[in-house]
T-cell receptor, first 113, second 113 residues
Framework: DAKTTQPTSMDCAEGRAANLPCNHS???????VYWYRQIHSQGPQYIIH???NNETNEMASLIITEDRKSSTLILPHATLRDTAVYYC??????????????FGTGTKLQVIP | EAQVTQNPRYLITVTGKKLTVTCSQN?????MSWYRQDPGLGLRQIYY???????DKGDVPEGYKVSRKEKRNFPLILESPSPNQTSLYFC????????????FGQGTRLTVV
């Protein structure tokens, strides 16, 4: 699986959009970008994933650059409950076999009142 | 409610005393896995299972055993716990076929003294 690079920490004002970047310059053509978050010491929570097109769901939007070497997770209106560690992961999907998820250390997002 | 249930949530034990952490999922998922989380190291996979009676080592399997006799259960066994196994443990499940680890348990905080 390709390695990802994320900032260690970020702050965001409550109500503003939180933009979390991720670099994955060695991503392969068949690897997807996944985002998870972990609130305090709870189990990680899946947020969103995508291949090359931008994706949106009820939680967030995912913007992937045209060359796919980086992506941004957008939380459109951050709330205090969005304070968490956010993990960006790349891996092959739909391969027919088990695909391990390798978590790095992620970005600690602090939403400030 | 779809969920992954781990027990116990907290455990303090002594070195060498065998213990089992249970994990159960109610979603009929094929794939289950165990992770440990330590400060500064992110989540590291211990073992995973692709189906009943099919298990394989993750990144840090030493000192652990698992079994998958039923689809819903995937217990983690520490035959002779040591202090370096003090950690936060998570069980996860997914439908397989490359799908993300969509469901994590709430974690088991283990202390070995």
């Amino acid at each position: 699986d390709a390695k990802t690079t994320q900032p260690t920490s970020m702050d965001c004002a409550e109500g503003r959009a939180a933009n979390l970047p991720c670099n994955h310059s060695t991503i392969s053509g068949n690897e997807y970008v996944y985002w998870y978050r972990q609130i305090h010491s709870q189990g990680p929570q899946y947020i969103i994933h995508g291949l090359k097109n931008n994706e949106t769901n009820e939680m967030a939007s995912l913007i992937i650059t045209e060359d796919r070497k980086s992506s941004t997770l957008i939380l459109p209106h951050a709330t205090l409950r969005d304070t968490a560690v956010y993990y960006c992961i790349v891996r092959v999907a739909n391969s027919g076999g088990y695909q391990k998820v390798t978590f790095g250390t992620g970005t600690k997002l602090q939403v400030i009142p | 409610e779809a969920q992954v249930t781990q027990n116990p949530r907290y455990l303090i034990t002594v070195t060498g005393k065998k213990l089992t952490v249970t994990c159960s999922q109610n979603m009929n998922h094929e794939y289950m896995s165990w992770y440990r989380q330590d400060p500064g190291l992110g989540l590291r996979q211990i073992y995973y299972s692709m189906n009943v009676e099919v298990t394989d080592k993750g990144d840090v399997p030493e000192g652990y055993k698992v079994s998958r006799k039923e689809k819903r259960n995937f217990p983690l066994i520490l035959e002779s716990p040591s202090p370096n196994q003090t950690s936060l443990y998570f069980c996860a499940s997914s439908t397989g076929q490359g799908s993300p680890e969509a469901f994590f348990g709430q974690g088991t905080r283990l202390t070995v003294v």
